[in-house]
């Protein structure tokens, strides 16, 4: 008989706090239990926004600061993980690149999973520039990737429209923020929720009885 291992299908941005919080119990998660993770790198703004929420840029100062000030120190500290003492210098920049690099390693396999955590500990442990080519290739050097040929892949239209597809099926499907991760079809919205994650790989959850009655 065929065994088919479980998934968790992955959404996140490259760039995304709460993705690398949850990053390294992700991880331990999915070897714990034999799991695969599904990596779907998004664009993070154009999800957020069709939900009607604002990118933070948008936001007002007071949720920044607690965001940026409080919410990460105190999970960062949960989780044991290192991370900058501000708001990441260069966390506007554009990710796409980033984005492409983990997408032409392909959706499943260590090696994506490694780079993935190598990017977003990079922007969130060292403060670096995900936009920067030479940033971009000495963290594939160090993984042992060629990096000019992941670099040219990740570049590519092919690893682009892949990432704009990943973005509009996270859309469609109404995901709202990074990380998301998907079981079986259920998702679970924050890294906050990964000991649910957790649960509902051994047990599934009851479906929703939730109804939103029409207003009339």
Not at 171 to 183: A, D, K, L, M
């Amino acid at each position: 008989l065929e065994i088919l291992m479980a998934e968790i299908e992955y959404f996140y941005s490259a760039h995304s706090a709460f993705a690398y919080l949850g990053s390294a119990e992700l991880s331990r998660i999915c070897a714990a239990h034999d799991v695969t993770i599904i990596h779907k790198p998004v664009l993070l703004t154009p999800v957020v926004e069709a939900q009607g929420s604002q990118p933070f840029r948008a936001r007002t100062q007071a949720h920044v600061d607690y965001y940026f000030g409080r919410e990460i120190e105190r999970w960062a500290e949960f989780r044991d993980v290192p991370v900058v003492k501000f708001r990441p210098t260069y966390h506007d920049a554009d990710y796409s690149l980033a984005s492409g690099m983990i997408i032409s390693l392909g959706e499943t396999g260590a090696a994506t999973d490694k780079l993935a955590h190598a990017l977003l500990e990079a922007h969130w442990r060292d403060d670096v520039d995900l936009s920067d080519r030479e940033t971009l290739t000495r963290i594939a050097s160090e993984l042992g990737h060629d990096a000019d040929s992941l670099l040219e892949k990740a570049a590519s239209d092919e690893a682009q429209n892949q990432l704009r597809m990943n973005s509009d099926w996270a859309r469609e499907q109404s995901v709202f923020g990074s990380p998301t991760y998907i079981v079986d079809g259920d998702p679970f919205y924050g890294q906050d929720r990964l000991a649910l994650v957790e649960r509902a790989l051994n047990q599934p959850f009851a479906p929703s009885t939730f109804t939103n009655p029409s207003v009339g």
